[in-house]
């Protein structure tokens, strides 16, 4: 193992520790995170770790993996706590249907720039939904 790889474990493991407070908060009902923007980051995740994989970027995949860890366990705990009376409006709809273009756009494209362009926006669009449901409900969301 070289140091690159060690730090991206160490960076892996901060990084799934530093989402404890946060399901904690979830489990305690404080926290409801919006199911459309997990579920996609989630996805973002695992394409993210295929990408890494296939370009050999060995140093990066635990952290890849900590973001798949952490993000696939909020996404199912958001469709567990999520308040399903609420309806989701045509704009969450609209942003995921967004995001997935352009995961989709991001997989296909050959130029790593352009690729990463689409990445980001679909990460950006995803967030959408959770930044309009704080914006109305700003107790969905535990101050932690």
Known sequence: ?????????ISGILATVAFIP???SIVRNKTKP???TWCIWSFIGIV????????????????AVASIITSLTVAILSLKYWDWEK?????EYTCLVISVISIIIWV???NP???????FLADFIAFLPTIKKVYL???SEDAT
Do not use: C, E, W
């Open 34 to 36: 919006h199911p459309i």
């Open 137 to 139: 409900d700003p107790r």
């Open 48 to 63: 993210s770790f295929g990408m890494y994989q296939a370009t050999g970027a060995t140093t990066t995949l635990p952290l």
């Open 113 to 119: 720039a352009l690729a990463l362009s689409f990445n």
């Open 1 to 9: 193992m070289n140091i690159h790889f060690i730090l991206g474990l």
């Open 22 to 24: 946060y399901i904690y």
């Open 87 to 91: 309806r989701f409006a045509v704009f």
């Open 108 to 110: 296909v494209l050959k």
